[in-house]
């Protein structure tokens, strides 16, 4: 059953933590991406990854970092120097990043609250 | 700096009536444009794509795209209650040689009994 997970569905960090979400997909696509979605707003590009062990800050990329060791995985990690984490995280994939393969599916989200 | 503008709404539509939902981009050089249902708490959902100028039809879901005025729409007809739901526009532009989606914060429809 291809598709795209993500976990945990929900997360609750401290102050000064940091944590590590996860994005897997089967789906066989080249590139990865990660939003941000706070309540109301529209979708925010934090990194996106093309090829294994490449990868380019978005549009907010401060205080998040990501990893692409294997094809299938693109975790992010929220670290503690991002002010405001509490938001709505999803993860994408599309075949390729190039014009025309570029249709992007999502997985189910993970909802970070920060107590 | 490239935008996706779409009027937060809340739409309001009768129960089996059409539903039409507007968007409008500001880069002359994106080259597809896709449309995603989002229920509250849950993350996107493909509906549909076009690429061309024109209408494309997918069951009881129209895209209409007109690149010269920067505009494409997304009509739902005989409108069910489980349409109800926020729409995101999303617009495909070439940047480095690779495309970068921008979506718009999207349109809340919802379908009246």
């Known amino acids: 059953d291809g598709g795209i997970t993500q976990s945990p569905k929900y997360l609750f960090r401290k102050e000064g933590q940091n944590v590590t979400l996860s994005c897997e997909q089967n789906?066989?696509?080249?590139?990865m991406y990660w939003y941000r979605q706070d309540p109301g707003q529209g979708l925010r590009l934090i990194y996106y990854?093309?090829?294994?062990?490449?990868?380019q800050k978005g549009d907010i990329a401060e205080g998040y970092s990501v990893s692409r060791e294997k094809k299938e995985s693109f975790p992010l990690t929220v670290t503690s120097a991002q002010k405001n984490p509490t938001a709505f995280y999803l993860c994408?994939?599309?075949?390729?990043?190039?014009?025309?393969?570029?249709?992007?599916?999502f997985g189910p989200g993970t909802r970070l609250t920060v107590l | 700096q490239k935008e996706v503008e779409q009027n937060s709404g809340p739409l309001s539509v009768p129960e089996g009536a059409i539903a039409s939902l507007n968007c409008t981009y500001s880069?002359?050089?994106?080259?597809?444009f896709f449309w995603y249902r989002q229920y509250s708490g849950k993350s996107p959902e493909l509906i549909m794509s076009?690429?061309?100028?024109g209408d494309k039809e997918d069951g009881r879901f129209t895209a209409q795209l007109n690149k010269a005025s920067q505009y494409v729409s997304l009509l739902i007809r005989d409108s069910q209650p489980s349409d109800s739901a926020t729409y995101l526009c999303?617009?495909?532009?070439?940047?480095?040689?690779?495309?970068?989606?921008?979506f718009g914060s999207g349109t809340r429809l919802s379908i009246r009994p």
């Open positions: 994408a994939s599309s075949p390729q990043r190039d014009r025309g393969e570029d249709t992007q599916y």
């Open positions: 789906l066989n696509h080249d590139a």
């Open positions: 990854s093309q090829i294994v062990n490449d990868f």
């Open positions: 880069d002359r050089g994106s080259q597809s």
């Open positions: 076009i690429y061309s100028n």
């Open positions: 999303a617009v495909s532009s070439v940047d480095s040689s690779a495309s970068k989606i921008i």
